[in-house]
């Protein structure tokens, strides 16, 4: 079946640093890629989305470009922030209108 | 305005208990799921409704978990009784017009003893 798989947290970075978060998927046909995220305390929040091959999902100084060579969808930011620390959810939908398969999510932490 | 809107937000309760979470989607959304999330298992979708009706349940674990949707504004999912291993945080998340865009709720953490 679908799947999701992203890389392993905690992830502990330094104010200003390179994100890069990875997420491969399983999927048949071609699914659409979404970003969610989650801050401490709150439900999950649509960060980004990439509805086909090449495209990119930008929002918040976020990207995500949707790689089907690589089967990925991989998450980056150039310069995070302290506020950036959450849960970051990589989530797939199959294109016959399934429900999102969720990965396991990777916890961010930014020190100032 | 108002997001979505779950209580209560923490709840801790004794195995055999009834079990009920409340959700007040976002007015206007015709979508409203129930999610579970746990360390081992993730996040997971328990059931969704679609202009209030029920559409898929099969993520609901068992018999002893149930749902409803009496009108667009209000949803229950209730666990009778309840377990250990259902100690979990659920999520309610409302939509318009489908899975995609999602707007979750701020969870119910459920304890129980």
């Known amino acids: 079946g679908d799947s999701v798989t992203q890389m392993e947290g905690p992830v502990t970075l330094s104010e200003e640093a390179f994100l890069t978060i990875n997420c491969t998927y399983t999927?048949?046909?071609?699914?659409?890629l979404f970003w969610y995220v989650q801050y401490p305390g709150e439900g999950l929040q649509l960060l980004l989305k990439a509805t086909k091959a090449d495209d990119k999902g930008s929002n918040k100084g976020f990207e995500a470009t949707y790689r089907k060579e690589t089967t990925s969808f991989h998450l980056e930011k150039g310069s995070v922030q302290v506020s950036d620390s959450a849960v970051y959810f990589c989530?797939?939908?199959?294109?016959?209108?399934?429900?999102?398969?969720f990965g396991q999510g990777t916890e961010l932490s930014v020190k100032p | 305005d108002a997001g979505v809107i779950q209580s209560p937000r923490h709840e801790v309760t004794e195995m055999g208990q009834e079990v009920t979470l409340r959700c007040k989607p976002i007015?206007?959304?015709?979508?409203l799921f129930w999610y579970r999330q746990t360390m081992m298992r993730g996040l997971e979708l328990l059931i969704y409704?679609?202009?209030?009706?029920?559409?898929?349940d099969s993520g609901m674990p068992e018999d002893r978990f149930s749902a409803k949707m009496p009108n667009a504004s209000f949803s229950t999912l209730k666990i009778q009784p309840s377990e250990p291993r259902d100690s979990a945080v659920y999520f309610c998340?409302?939509?318009?017009?489908?899975?995609?865009?999602?707007?979750f709720g701020p969870g119910t953490r459920l304890l129980v003893l």
């Open positions: 989530a797939l939908r199959n294109n016959q209108g399934g429900k999102l398969i």
């Open positions: 998340a409302s939509s318009l017009g489908g899975f995609e865009t999602q707007y």
């Open positions: 007015s206007g959304h015709d979508y």
């Open positions: 409704f679609n202009n209030n009706v029920p559409i898929d």
């Open positions: 999927a048949t046909g071609y699914p659409s």
